[in-house]
């Protein structure tokens, strides 16, 4: 019923940009907070971006600077500008959101299939 749906991975080479989309989609009423996730191999998943329904975001230590986050509350999307790409980058990255269903009390959490980043050096 509902679904996130991340795009924008890829190869890159170090130093260099890509820009990461995951558009929500369902029977939605609101949006929350949104993330995004990175899960490199062998390490755990870890949280490399949020933005709260007002707009206020975090990064994570090693993003910050070099990453934004920003959403599109009309195409209930989150982007993940990503600069000044480091090898060290590289993983899978996951969107999620907690957002309130049609219908159904409560704020629910959904999460996107993820899309690979991959930076050489």
């Known amino acids: 019923q509902v679904q996130l749906v991340e795009s924008g991975g890829g190869l890159v080479q170090a130093g260099g940009s890509l820009r990461l989309s995951c558009a929500a989609s369902?029977?939605?009423?609101?949006?929350?907070?949104m993330r995004w996730y990175c899960q490199a191999p062998g390490k755990q998943r870890e949280l490399v971006a949020s933005?709260?329904?007002?707009?206020?975001?975090n990064y994570a230590d090693s993003v910050k600077g070099r990453f934004t986050i920003s959403r599109d509350n009309a195409k209930n999307t989150v982007y993940l500008q990503m600069n000044s790409l480091k090898p060290e980058d590289t993983a899978v990255y996951y969107c999620?959101?907690?957002?309130?269903?049609?219908?159904?009390?409560?704020?629910?959490?959904?999460w996107g299939q993820g899309t690979l980043v991959t930076v050489s050096s």
């Open positions: 369902g029977s939605i009423s609101s949006i929350n907070a």
């Open positions: 933005i709260t329904s007002t707009g206020t975001t």
């Open positions: 999620n959101a907690d957002l309130w269903r049609i219908g159904v009390l409560g704020s629910w959490r959904y």
